[in-house]
């Protein structure tokens, strides 16, 4: 196979995009990579100000590539991390391969005969990366203004692989449904969603709040950050509210490292994994209840050291449940202090509607007075998947199946695609980055594919599995959250690496594993 001649195509420069080329090159292909904003970063480059890492950076960190020594903190900042990009980016000379303002619209799959993909037994019709019968074109729109409405330059390009980093928190902000007349269009202030507020500059968002009664809705990452952030600016002259469904367990900083300790063998073996056998099985079972301890152990301190009970705030789902759920949510500073000085409220309800002056929410007999409405409500990640394809069977694909993608990356009926950064985990820099590894390695041409049906039944034995732990918090996405080490073990196997990467077996089995474990894989 001659790498230089054939064309990949890299969708999206955030982290996964600088992976996902900086491997790709490793390996003698020339990627293009196309970028809809003006810089790389992807969701770095449009934050809050007072965003940072919720990871302690040793686990957010590329293996082959580390933290300058300025930065000392454990949880850099977004400036210090879109810094740390831009350095692993001039380093391995990514940024030449990026064409920026040149937005995908869509991605269509051009081959022979579509019935063709029905018959095949293996991915692609050959089980690899590259195929004889088919290529993808990619319409791509070019300028500044990247509207719909905006007269661009758009150009198609022809390429034998596609790597889809679109990430799953940007562009398609989930906007709840009202009925007519509660919704927004009744409302006399200013409704947006948190995307759009973070895509302010800090400056303009600070004037957008300033002096003003600031509503937030969502319990997740961005609303407990935003709500913060607008009551430390404003104090209680004109409090922020925060207004939720569901609570969730938030962590102090100072925890996490003992949650990302837990990110060893051991820890793994009390966790059901997909094609057990009855050895492992047993074991889990056994070992198990180590974890419950473990959860109810950190419920029991952070109820004990905040007012969760007096403010409604007590989760109703185990904390162990809320991490293998990819809900983490990291306690902002000063966030108990807001409360307690009056500056931050916290109203817990099932459901509300817009009024003219603000919102009417359930079970109370007045109106909660607003001017600003932030929707912190999340994203459609997979409806933005599905939408980048023209296919309306490729579209089917994603939209008619529960079940994770193989390793994480491959969908078993797209082919010559792949996908990364769509599975959540503790450390997403770390993970993406194994698959980057693994996909290089696929195109160089160093394995195979298994067929299709056998990828099938992988996935939906892992899709079995996860069901009966997580029930009705299952999603696709979020699978190997707590077998981070048990996939990378698969990925190395695939690769004809050796998974075990201590020195000696106590380390092997109790200590956490890390990006730098996997800085030389050969």
Not at 419 to 444: C, N, Q, V
Request: with cysteine; proline share 5%; hydrophobic share 40%.
């Amino acid at each position: 196979m001659e790498s230089d001649k054939k064309r990949i195509a890299i969708i999206g420069a955030g982290i996964s995009g600088l992976m996902a080329c900086k491997y790709t090159l490793e390996k003698g292909f020339n990627p293009i990579v196309f970028e809809a904003r003006s810089g790389i970063g992807g969701v770095w480059l449009q934050t809050i100000e007072s965003t940072k890492l919720q990871t302690p950076k040793d686990f957010y960190q590329f293996s082959d590539f580390s933290w300058p020594p300025e930065v000392k903190e454990t949880y850099a900042d977004h400036t210090q991390v879109l810094e740390y990009l831009h350095a692993y980016a001039l380093h391995f000379n990514i940024l030449p391969r990026i064409k920026f303002n040149s937005k995908v619209t869509c991605i269509d799959y051009v081959t022979s005969s579509t019935a063709d993909l029905h018959s095949w037994d293996l991915w692609g019709g050959s089980g690899e990366p590259f195929s004889p019968w088919g290529k993808w074109h990619l319409t791509v729109r070019n300028g500044q203004n990247l509207s719909a409405s905006a007269p661009t330059d758009q150009q198609v390009y022809q390429v034998d692989f596609v790597i889809l980093c679109i990430g799953r928190y940007s562009d398609l902000p989930n906007i709840p449904d009202f009925p007519l007349n509660k919704g927004p269009e009744v409302f006399n202030g200013k409704v947006l969603h948190s995307m759009d507020y973070a895509a302010m500059d800090d400056d303009v968002a600070a004037d957008l709040i300033k002096e003003k009664r600031v509503t937030v809705i969502g319990f997740q990452k961005s609303a407990v950050d935003i709500a913060a952030e607008v009551a430390n600016k404003n104090g209680a002259t004109h409090p922020c509210t925060l207004l939720f469904k569901t609570a969730h367990w938030i962590v102090p900083e100072y925890l996490l490292p003992l949650v990302f300790q837990g990110l060893n063998r051991f820890t793994e073996l009390m966790i059901h994994k997909p094609g057990e056998g009855f050895f492992i099985w047993l074991l889990a079972m056994l070992l198990s209840p180590l974890l419950w301890i473990f959860s109810m152990s950190i419920e029991c301190y952070l109820k004990y050291m905040y007012p969760l009970k007096k403010y409604n705030m007590v989760p109703t789902h185990r904390f162990l449940k809320q991490i293998s759920s990819c809900m983490f949510t990291v306690l902002p500073a000063n966030f108990y202090d807001r409360i307690k000085d009056g500056s931050l409220f916290l109203k817990k309800s099932q459901s509300f509607s817009f009024c003219r002056n603000g919102l009417i929410v359930q079970g109370e007999s007045k109106p909660l007075l607003s001017d600003i409405v932030i929707l912190a409500t999340g994203y459609k990640s997979e409806e933005k998947l599905k939408n980048m394809f023209s296919s309306t069977l490729f579209q089917k694909c994603i939209a008619e199946s529960s079940a994770p993608f193989y390793r994480e990356c491959i969908h078993p009926q797209i082919p010559q695609l792949a996908i990364l950064g769509y599975a959540d985990s503790p450390a997403i820099l770390y993970s993406t980055e194994m698959r980057s590894k693994w996909l290089a390695h696929f195109l160089a041409g160093n394995f195979r594919l298994p067929t299709i049906s056998k990828m099938e039944e992988d996935v939906m034995e892992w899709e079995k599995c996860k069901r009966r732990d997580e029930k009705e918090s299952y999603r696709r996405s979020c699978v190997s959250t707590l077998l981070q080490i048990f996939c990378n073990d698969q990925l190395c196997k695939d690769m004809g690496c050796n998974s075990r990467r201590k020195n000696w077996f106590l380390a092997e089995l109790f200590a956490a594993y890390g990006p730098k474990d996997y800085k030389d894989l050969s």
